[in-house]
């Protein structure tokens, strides 16, 4: 009886541990994939015309003084989604960042906030001038079709 107490106790350690190192695992690869990237001129290439040929990249048009909680949808899909699509922020203010309008237009960007996913040679607009919540985005990028 011992015994087999013993050897249930060893099993269920063992769970633990392995859970507990999956969920490690998982955390840290979130953290690295799982965040949203403010893009700029000088990284547009990378974070997007490269990647979107193998991932879709959800862009997030968002003013400086965006509501709190928008960016904290955005940030949870990018959580959500991390390694199934890459989640970048393009902060449009004509004053601070004239250099990002050309980004609104170039994806026909009329009001913000704006969302667009961008994958291969197919680009999905989402909601323009409004509120988009988690359910939304994830909508948005289902839209698209991608693997």
């Known amino acids: 009886m011992s015994l087999n107490r013993s ?6 350690a063992v769970a ?4 507990l190192v999956f969920y490690q695992r998982d955390l840290e690869y979130r ?3 799982g965040r949203v990237v403010e893009v700029t001129v000088s990284n547009f290439e990378e974070e997007v015309s490269q990647i979107r040929e193998q991932k879709p990249v959800l862009i997030c048009f968002l003013p400086e003084n965006a509501d709190q909680k928008q960016r904290q ?3 949870r899909v990018a959580w959500d989604l ?3 699509v890459k989640v970048v922020l393009i902060v449009c203010d004509p004053q601070t960042r004239p250099v990002n309008l050309l980004f609104q237009v170039r994806f026909v960007v009329v009001r913000v906030p704006a969302f667009v996913v961008v994958y291969k040679d197919k680009v ?4 323009d001038g409004s ?4 359910y939304e985005l994830k909508r948005l990028v289902d839209k698209l079709g991608a693997p």
Request: glycine share 12%; net charge negative; no cysteine.
């Open 7 to 12: 050897l249930v106790a060893i099993a269920v």
């Open 16 to 19: 633990v541990v392995v859970g």
């Open 31 to 33: 953290r690295v994939h």
């Open 73 to 75: 949808e955005v940030d």
């Open 82 to 84: 991390a390694g199934k």
């Open 124 to 127: 999905i607009h989402g909601a």
């Open 131 to 134: 509120f988009a919540d988690n």
